[in-house]
């Protein structure tokens, strides 16, 4: 095969807006506050931020080295470091790629449909009704292709004329927009009642329960984007140079970062509506009625700053789904051999049918999220523990270089060798049967 040259970030700051890009989505200001709000606010915020540190931090150590070492898509490296049949994992990275995007997009293209709307004609009076009408059906379909197709366009520009210039771009103003609207929600009369919420549990007892334990770890591998290539990909476009355990702490920083300042966006606004309680019968829609409810009480300065919160939502949601793009188009050009734009075209049409049913149906949607986080996400950074510990032959050599041995590199690969398998294996034992009873319902 041709050996091309390949693409580079073209900065160092390009590269991080682009990883936080990824990292930073629905997952902080839409999956976390309403994990958080079903689960007794903060006792599910601790456990989270224990994960984060425990085992989202060492697999995206591990992603960000493979990337880089290999310098070619998940499936591509893990056969350069393993061998061939490690290739088979890289292919269910891919997969798992193909599968989020899928879905992901639906719910952006809700986002965006919020968004101008609120824009251009205000919240809808009664948002519950709304979001009834609006979610599935044909509607969902058209927002879901058309918000498809804006990340395709920019996936197919490439690496630092599309995704860097993009992130580069956007993230900054998604930061100022997300604490702009934290500062406004505290200024509400009643806020306080979201903060003790949100920031005190009388429930420290849930902590211990196996369910919230796992809907912590799924979450700090969806947010952090781990478990199927996606940082591994975005590594592999980075220069030997760089510092890899300072990339890795600052995502995972930034990232949680805007998860926890979008809760003091969300819960303070709800408690000083008094719509606290629709707060703890969360469900995957709660954002997208329980908010446009507030922003409708709130009356224009609402309209504004509920636009605003939508808007930053499709940014989170676009610099998401690009690099879940980028993961299948990625090993498309490294397998195939088609160049980019041709893989991105084809990927893009596979994508927005496989979301199809997700589009019409919320209970498809819910299912598809489930198998994801719980199966491929959490399955994927088992393996990729595993791989890292005992297969690739010295990852802290990789690490090091642009970094500097350190001493903690020993623990880290201790930690991926015991720590995050048997973690993530405990949890799965629980979570996949409850996945395939949900799995099973569908289909009755
Ligand atoms: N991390 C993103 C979020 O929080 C979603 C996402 C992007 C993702 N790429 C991913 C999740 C890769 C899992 C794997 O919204």
Known sequence: MAQRAREQWGSGFGFLMAAIGSAVGLGNMWRFSYLAAEHGGAAFVILYVLMIFLVGFPVLLAELAIGRGAARGPVQALGFYGGRWWKALGALFVGAGFLIASY????????????????ALGFAADPAAHFAEVSTGYDALVWHLLF????????????????ERTASLVMPLLFLV?????VYASTLPGSEGGYRYYLNSDDYASIFS???????????????SLGMGAMLTYASYLKRTTNLPAQAVIVSLADFAIAFVAGLVVFPLLFALGLQEEVGASTLGALFITLPKAFVGLGIGGRIVGSLFFAALVVG????????LEVVVASTVDIVGWDRRRSTIWTGIAAALFGVPAALSLDALDVMDQVATNFFLMGGGLALALF???????????VAAGAGRYRWLRLWIQALRYAVPLIL?????????KTIAAISALFE
């Not at 997300?178 to 934290?182: E, N, P, S, T, Y």
């Not at 949601?317 to 879940?324: K, P, V």
């Not at 890292?388 to 990789?398: D, L």
């Open 317 to 324: 949601a676009l610099t998401s789904l690009i690099s879940l």
């Open 425 to 433: 294996a405990f949890i799965m034992i629980g979570t996949v049967p």
């Open 178 to 182: 997300v604490c702009g609207l934290a």
């Open 104 to 119: 992901y997009s639906v719910i952006a293209g809700w986002t965006l449909r919020y968004t101008l709307e609120g824009i």
């Open 210 to 224: 196996r369910e919230v334990l796992a809907e912590a770890a799924g979450q700090a591998f969806f947010s952090l």
């Open 148 to 163: 498809m197709a804006g990340s395709l366009w920019i996936v197919a520009n490439g690496i630092t004329f599309g995704i």
């Open 388 to 398: 890292t510990g005992w297969v690739m032959r010295e990852p802290e050599v990789e």
